[in-house]
């Protein structure tokens, strides 16, 4: 039920801001489009878009963060699997659960030092450049995306070991597009 839940989250989250980043673009690229047409640029001057490029980068960061979290529990996150794939056995499961804590181990350590990073930085009075908002809440995302990172490597190694496979992304498969069997 939880571990559903976390599921959506992530989900909505990475569309949410892919979505958002996406739309914030638009506009500000038709905005751009329009100010240098005469006459239209009188009312498009008095729209200030200067922050929209500031916004995506921080919407994109976050994305990336949390769609690389996404990425190892679908099993689509980049790995190095072609010697792994060669081998068998005790071999082969040792190597994949000793790849998957240590990437648990590494991402644990991100989330830690940039949990200790955001701590450090909120007593500050720094902010953004273009939206002046705490730059505390755009680091953020390192310790969040990171410990959700931690748990899905974690995730990962223990269905492994329960079930000895590992997450695979099939390309072909389209969600809602059922195969017609001739």
């Known amino acids: 039920m939880l571990n559903k839940l976390l599921n959506r989250l992530e989900e909505w989250l990475i569309a949410t801001l892919i979505a958002g980043a996406t739309l914030v673009i638009f506009v500000a ?8 047409i005469p006459y239209i640029q009188d009312y498009t001057v008095q729209l200030n878009l200067s922050w929209a490029q500031e916004l995506c980068i921080f919407m994109f960061v976050w ?9 190892v529990r679908t099993g689509i996150h980049v790995g190095v699997d072609v010697v792994l794939r060669k081998l068998k056995g005790p071999s082969y499961r040792g190597l994949v659960v000793f790849g998957l ?11 830690y030092l940039g949990g200790t990073f955001v701590w450090e930085i909120s007593h500050t009075d720094q902010t953004s450049a273009d939206l002046e908002i705490p730059m ?14 931690c748990f899905r490597f974690l995730q990962v190694a223990v269905s492994f070991l329960k079930t000895g ?18």
């Open 29 to 36: 690229v038709v905005h751009r489009f329009l100010s240098g």
């Open 63 to 71: 994305m990336a963060k949390f769609g690389a979290a996404y990425g």
């Open 101 to 111: 804590l240590a990437g648990a181990l590494f991402t644990g350590t991100v989330a």
């Open 136 to 149: 505390w809440w755009v680091y953020l995302c390192v310790p969040l995306g990171s410990s959700l990172m």
């Open 165 to 182: 496979e590992l997450p695979h992304h099939d390309h072909s498969h389209v969600e809602g597009v059922e195969e017609v069997k001739a």
